[in-house]
């Protein structure tokens, strides 16, 4: 949660002040603090007096410290964050220039001060407070009639919108339910279209009693193919249909604590960052030059303004050199300038262990760069001779022999082209069949 914030417009130099509510934030903040920043927060230190008589007495005190950060340390599993220095500001307790570690506790401000807040961190704060940024399901529950579309993040619902609509009885002959259904759903489409970011949300939940939310589904498909509404059809995919007992917000609760749902949602965190990294692989076997890894070869690209999809590792952001850290930024900066897409892969996953292990950096290009191929680089980290058969050789030695074999294979990538184009057939059949009943 951010409490407060101070920038300077024109340096960039200033604080924000913070409070983790769960390991997420925890993570984010692992991310943020450097070496050099001030981390100021409240802990405890053991303060030891003697009295005129020579007797001693120690006690814990309770005070706010700043430190001057030389290192930090994160606890993934036991989801524990100490910051590490030696003291920046005089403190009735303790000495200017002692060493000290804070414990970044949940639900405790923080406050984190840099010389200079570059649009990397700037980012991370905004996906790490805006809920709407930091969602990865959204959830469309409804009913004839009555319709909840709420952003789910953690253990927090987040209600969207809520659309009501009066539909009368059906009567043979009569009209008037048919129009109030197509009402219904259009109100529904109209809020998703307003409130759902496609970019962000991994998953949309449908749920309603009887087929209700399959004739929603039904109706997005042919209402976006007729407005050839892009942002829809592209992400069809991120439609989920599920059961649930009627449109109000707490069922909700209900179809996340489904275990068939629960099940369908694995590995929601890393899926989309999974399809890029798989589009990546597949560009580097079929066009090889349109597909590059390593911060020489990707940096030269982005001076060309030829990438369309930068992939890099959030660990090649906590570089203790300052200089390696801004490396990255300016070329994160530089795809945005271009108009390319930045996909900021987590080291918690395993898209970005697999990303880490081909240098932590890659890029997908608009067009072909064929002389690049051929350019020498120094990074020790890309190919000697840069053809497309040692790209694509020094990537899987580099992912192992077994990563490889599911990843590079081009049978097995042809065979699950084809269970996809045989599911996206059916999904299609039974659209139709619902739209003409």
């Known amino acids: 949660k951010l409490v407060k914030r101070s920038i300077a417009a024109k340096d960039g130099a200033g604080y924000i002040k913070l409070r983790c509510e769960d390991g997420e934030d925890m993570w984010h903040t692992y991310n943020l603090v450097e070496a050099g920043d001030r981390v100021r927060a409240t802990t405890f230190r053991k303060v030891i007096k003697s009295s005129s008589t020579g007797s001693v007495t120690s006690n814990?005190?309770?005070?706010?410290?700043?430190?001057?950060?030389?290192?930090?340390?994160?606890?993934?599993?036991?989801?524990?964050?100490?910051?590490?220095?030696?003291?920046?500001?005089?403190?009735?307790?303790?000495?200017?220039?002692?060493?000290?570690?804070?414990?970044?506790?949940?639900?405790?401000?923080?406050?984190?001060?840099?010389?200079?807040?570059?649009?990397?961190?700037?980012?991370?704060?905004?996906?790490?407070?805006?809920?709407?940024?930091?969602?990865?399901?959204?959830?469309?529950?409804?009913?004839?009639?009555?319709?909840?579309?709420?952003?789910?993040k953690g253990q927090m619902t987040i209600l969207k919108a809520r659309v009501e609509v009066n539909i009368p009885r059906k009567r043979a002959g009569a009209s008037a339910n048919a129009k109030a259904h197509n009402k219904f759903f259009d109100a529904c489409y109209q809020a998703i279209s307003r409130h759902i970011d496609f970019g962000v949300i991994k998953v949309l939940l449908v749920a309603g009693p009887g087929f209700v939310a399959d004739d929603f589904v039904a109706y997005v498909v042919n209402h976006a193919t007729r407005?050839?509404?892009?942002?829809?059809?592209?992400?069809?995919?991120?439609?989920?249909?599920?059961?649930?007992?009627?449109?109000?917000?707490?069922?909700?609760?209900?179809?996340?604590?489904?275990?068939?749902?629960?099940?369908?949602?694995?590995?929601?965190?890393?899926?989309?960052?999974?399809?890029?990294?798989?589009?990546?692989?597949?560009?580097?076997?079929?066009?090889?030059?349109?597909?590059?890894?390593?911060?020489?070869?990707?940096?030269?690209?982005?001076?060309?303004?030829?990438?369309?999809?930068?992939?890099?590792?959030?660990?090649?952001?906590?570089?203790?050199?300052?200089?390696?850290?801004?490396?990255?930024v300016d070329l994160v900066e530089g795809v945005r300038e271009s108009r390319g897409e930045v996909h900021l892969f987590s080291s918690l996953h395993v898209s970005g262990e697999q990303l880490g292990q081909i240098t932590g950096v890659a890029a997908i290009l608009r067009f072909p760069l064929p002389d690049l191929e051929d350019m020498a680089v120094d990074d020790s980290s890309d190919d000697e001779d840069g053809t497309a058969e040692s790209k694509l050789q020094s990537a899987e030695d580099m992912l192992g022999a077994d990563t490889a074999g599911g990843l590079y294979d081009p049978d097995a990538e042809e065979a699950a082209a084809a269970r996809r184009a045989a599911d996206d057939d059916a999904v299609a059949r039974e659209m139709r069949d619902n739209l003409q009943l």
């Open 227 to 328: 407005h050839d509404d892009r942002s829809v059809l592209e992400n069809r995919s991120k439609m989920l249909v599920a059961k649930a007992s009627s449109g109000h917000k707490r069922a909700v609760e209900e179809v996340l604590s489904d275990p068939k749902v629960l099940s369908q949602l694995n590995d929601v965190h890393a899926a989309a960052e999974m399809r890029v990294l798989d589009d990546f692989f597949a560009m580097l076997r079929n066009d090889a030059s349109r597909a590059f890894y390593g911060y020489g070869h990707v940096a030269m690209a982005t001076e060309n303004a030829a990438v369309d999809k930068l992939l890099i590792t959030d660990a090649l952001f906590r570089a203790a050199d300052p200089r390696e850290r801004r490396k990255y």
């Open 60 to 152: 814990k005190v309770r005070l706010s410290l700043t430190l001057r950060v030389t290192a930090t340390e994160f606890d993934a599993e036991g989801l524990v964050l100490r910051v590490s220095g030696r003291v920046d500001e005089p403190s009735e307790h303790v000495s200017m220039g002692s060493h000290h570690t804070l414990d970044i506790e949940p639900n405790r401000d923080f406050t984190i001060e840099k010389p200079m807040w570059d649009q990397v961190a700037l980012d991370r704060i905004e996906t790490a407070t805006n809920p709407e940024r930091t969602a990865e399901i959204g959830a469309l529950v409804m009913q004839p009639g009555l319709a909840h579309l709420c952003l789910v």
